[in-house]
């Protein structure tokens, strides 16, 4: 059972995506907020869960995901209609869906999410042509697993210094992977990269289940005893 926080100031919006989601007998909602304060609330009341939040609500997106992360908890972003769902895929949010959602696509979006995938939106999805996925294709094959693990932490919006740290390694080597990441797929800096990733979806979802078991190691290991 995948708990689930909704967290919108549209009451109407709010309780017909409450409706779709509670037709879902693997999907139980939890929480229902109408502010920051109480999705806060509720995200630390509720470790574990899957909060789906509004941009409407305005929140500090720094501060969400590093709480959704202390929480082990994932989030999913109900986007306007006219914003970018790459600016909260590149910041670590692991599924994004537009105000124009139907049902169907919220629900597979909310159990990819809860799987440990990245939901990427149908619009993203439909502008591939065949050859990109050629194109895609190839550039996995290429990368080593070492740097594949870069990729996928650079599409979670991480920095040099904090890759560094989580493959145990220096920045200076970091860099030094990133100009081979960069000659590879054709891209000139990070933000290339991660929108060159996600918009080609064999690459996008080796990235996603890379990140998803470099969770489950970093989980696994053993901590350190002083």
Known sequence: MNKIILADSQAIF?????????MDEDLRIIAQCTDLDRMHHAVT????????FATSLRPDLTRLRLLLETAG??????????????TFLLQGFRGVVFRS????????CVRHVAAGDTWLPPQLMQTELPEDDMV??????RLTPKE????ALIVQGCKNREIAVRLKTTEQVIKNYLRSIYDKTGV???????????????????AAEVGSRLEVEELAAPTAVA
Do not use: C, W, Y
């Open 14 to 22: 709010r309780a017909g995506t409450a409706k779709v989601l509670a």
């Open 45 to 52: 009341t509720f470790p574990g869960s899957i909060v789906i």
């Open 73 to 86: 908890s994932r989030g999913i972003v109900i986007a306007e209609n006219n914003e970018s769902a790459n």
């Open 101 to 108: 959602v139907t049902g169907p696509a919220l629900v597979e």
């Open 136 to 141: 895609g294709t190839r550039v996995r094959d």
């Open 148 to 151: 594949m693990r870069i990729v």
């Open 188 to 206: 000139s800096d990070r933000l290339e990269l991660a929108l060159f990733t996600i918009h080609h979806r064999v690459l996008a979802q080796a």
